[in-house]
């Protein structure tokens, strides 16, 4: 696929992976990009929408967080 990053275009590998989990919350059965990100140190990923789809997002400024919320759809 593909998509633009840091203002530049890219392309990459799509593929679906049976699960995909970040702290508690799972998503199943997903697709996701495979990418190197080794230039961006500090980095470990990217959450796209087929993601954050299943969440209600919510952010915390003063601490810096995203907090995200199961939807049951």
Same mark, same amino acid.
């Given at each position: 696929?593909?998509?633009?990053?840091?203002?530049?275009?890219?392309?990459?590998?799509?593929?679906?992976?049976? #699960? *995909?989990?970040?702290?508690?919350?799972?998503?199943?059965?997903?697709?996701?990009?495979?990418?190197?990100? #080794?230039?961006?140190?500090?980095?470990?990923?990217?959450?796209?929408? #087929?993601?954050?789809?299943?969440?209600? *997002?919510?952010?915390?400024?003063?601490?810096?967080?995203?907090?995200?919320?199961?939807?049951?759809?």
């Amino acid at each position: 696929v593909k998509f633009h990053v840091d203002g530049r275009l890219a392309s990459a590998p799509l593929v679906n992976i049976p #699960s *995909l989990q970040v702290g508690g919350l799972e998503v199943r059965n997903i697709p996701v990009v495979i990418w190197d990100l #080794s230039r961006y140190p500090g980095v470990d990923g990217f959450l796209g929408r #087929s993601f954050l789809k299943h969440f209600q *997002l919510d952010i915390n400024y003063d601490e810096q967080l995203f907090i995200l919320t199961k939807l049951y759809l």
